[in-house]
């Protein structure tokens, strides 16, 4: 092998399999309108490649600059924001959730029922800070379509709705019953939605200029945030929906999206766009123990605990997931405080390390960290949901493979 053929490591003539991967499997055959992948290695991006295109309609090609929406790849974002907190001893993990937020006190578990005529039972254990990090907390999302609890967060358009507000959310899941008692089982969810109103609480500072202050500018992610500016429209996404036969229609245009307007509901589980350098600059502070090019967003004693298994007994989500929906395939994983965490490799049935971690979005984005090789892959497209294809697998098998 020629020293021309490697970077940090990694083979550069094997990471040229992500780029034919994608186009013969992928773009060409019209499952997806483009991608653009990252892979990085000990701080040198090793392989970066844009395909496709990131508006079909308009006949735009995808660019290292496109802005995307991240989607659930937020969440990690609000976690880090959120034990920022926590290092300055804003709160405890087993604090109450009612300590913060009064109303929820007196929380009941959904026996029976349909909205608003539910019959419950009391919980058998207190909502925690910490089951908010880790999904154990009772609440649920409305798309999972599983339950009727989760056809009164439809109804109610609990979702994020960008007309909602973070205060409007925390009162309207007051109301709700929980999907089963806290720390019982694990079920994704607004979880991470009510962080963000946490973090807006504690720090005294509206949700998006805390994450611009301690984030966003100290990592120079400047293309982040909850809305797409006039001066990113032309680098902004198409967005496109999975239909039978392998193809796609368009969901959301960008001229027309939502996201071009400032929300008053600041979703901390799923309302950031983005870009790839950004979002590498969040990956890579991280993977280097949380900080980046001299700026610290977080301790490394704080991120090492944020990346263990916190479910109970070690188990991972088979163990405990009630619904069936995930960013992240199950076995060989369990959950941290914002990020799924592989246990077991074996397991998982996908190459990589114990400890690595990282979620994905609704659009089909995706990133891990492995602080073990000290290796961080970004993987952004447009298409929803993000179960439609196993991409995410199919790009660690290649990635892992190009470790020399």
């Known amino acids: 092998?020629?020293?021309?053929?490697?970077?940090?490591?990694?083979?550069?003539?094997?990471?040229?399999?992500?780029?034919s991967h994608l186009d013969r499997c992928y773009?060409?055959?019209?499952?997806?309108?483009?991608?653009?992948?990252?892979?990085?290695?000990?701080?040198?991006?090793?392989?970066?490649?844009?395909?496709?295109?990131?508006?079909?309609?308009?006949n735009k090609p995808v660019r290292r600059d496109t802005v995307f929406r991240i989607y659930s790849?937020?969440?990690?974002?609000?976690?880090?924001?959120?034990?920022?907190?926590?290092?300055?001893?804003?709160?405890?993990?087993?604090?109450?959730?009612?300590?913060?937020?009064?109303?929820?006190?007196?929380?009941?578990?959904?026996?029976?029922?349909?909205?608003?005529?539910f019959l419950t039972t009391p919980a058998s254990s207190t909502m925690t800070i910490r089951d908010l990090f880790t999904h154990m907390s009772g609440l649920t999302y409305g798309f999972m379509q599983r339950t009727n609890v989760d056809a009164a967060y439809r109804e109610l358009k609990l979702d994020g709705s960008r007309s909602m507000t973070l205060e409007a959310l925390v009162d309207r899941l007051a109301e709700l019953p929980l999907e089963f008692s806290p720390g019982t089982a694990w079920n994704y969810s607004v979880s991470t939605d009510v962080l963000g109103y946490l973090v807006q609480l504690l720090a005294d500072k509206p949700f998006d200029e805390y994450l611009r202050e301690h984030i966003f500018e100290p990592l120079d992610m400047p293309d982040t945030g909850f809305h797409v500016r006039d001066d990113q429209l032309d680098r902004f996404a198409a967005c496109y929906q999975y239909q039978p036969g392998d193809q796609f229609a368009l969901q959301d245009d960008p001229e027309t999206s939502p996201f071009r307007r400032k929300p008053q509901f600041l979703s901390g589980g799923g309302g950031l766009v983005s870009t790839i350098d950004d979002y590498f600059h969040f990956a890579q502070a991280l993977c280097q123990g949380g900080e980046f090019r001299g700026r610290r967003i977080i301790g490394r004693k704080t991120?090492?605990?944020?990346?263990?298994?916190?479910?109970?007994?070690?188990?991972?989500?088979?163990?405990?997931?009630?619904?069936?929906?995930?960013?992240?395939?199950?076995?060989?994983?369990?959950?941290?405080?914002?990020?799924?965490?592989?246990?077991?490799?074996?397991?998982?049935?996908?190459?990589?390390?114990?400890?690595?971690?990282g979620w994905g979005g609704l659009a089909s984005t995706n990133f891990f960290v492995d602080p073990v090789e000290e290796l961080v892959m970004i993987f952004m497209t447009q298409l929803i949901p993000s179960s439609t294809y196993p991409i995410r697998q199919e790009l660690r098998a290649i990635v892992n493979g190009a470790l020399l």
């Not at 969440?75 to 993990?93: C, D, H, N, V, W």
Request: one cysteine or more; hydrophobic letters at 35%.
């Open 1 to 19: 092998m020629t020293e021309h053929s490697q970077v940090a490591g990694l083979s550069t003539d094997h990471l040229s399999n992500i780029e």
């Open 303 to 357: 991120l090492e605990f944020m990346c263990r298994n916190h479910l109970p007994y070690n188990q991972d989500l088979p163990g405990l997931s009630v619904g069936a929906f995930s960013e992240t395939p199950y076995a060989g994983t369990g959950f941290g405080l914002g990020f799924s965490v592989k246990t077991d490799v074996a397991k998982s049935q996908t190459n990589g390390s114990v400890g690595e971690y």
């Open 73 to 117: 790849m937020t969440k990690p974002i609000t976690s880090i924001a959120m034990m920022q907190l926590y290092e300055q001893g804003r709160f405890l993990l087993d604090d109450p959730v009612h300590k913060y937020i009064p109303a929820w006190k007196t929380r009941r578990i959904y026996k029976s029922g349909v909205y608003p005529n």
């Open 27 to 58: 773009v060409q055959p019209g499952k997806l309108p483009g991608a653009l992948t990252l892979v990085a290695r000990q701080g040198e991006i090793a392989y970066v490649k844009a395909q496709g295109l990131m508006d079909v309609e308009r």
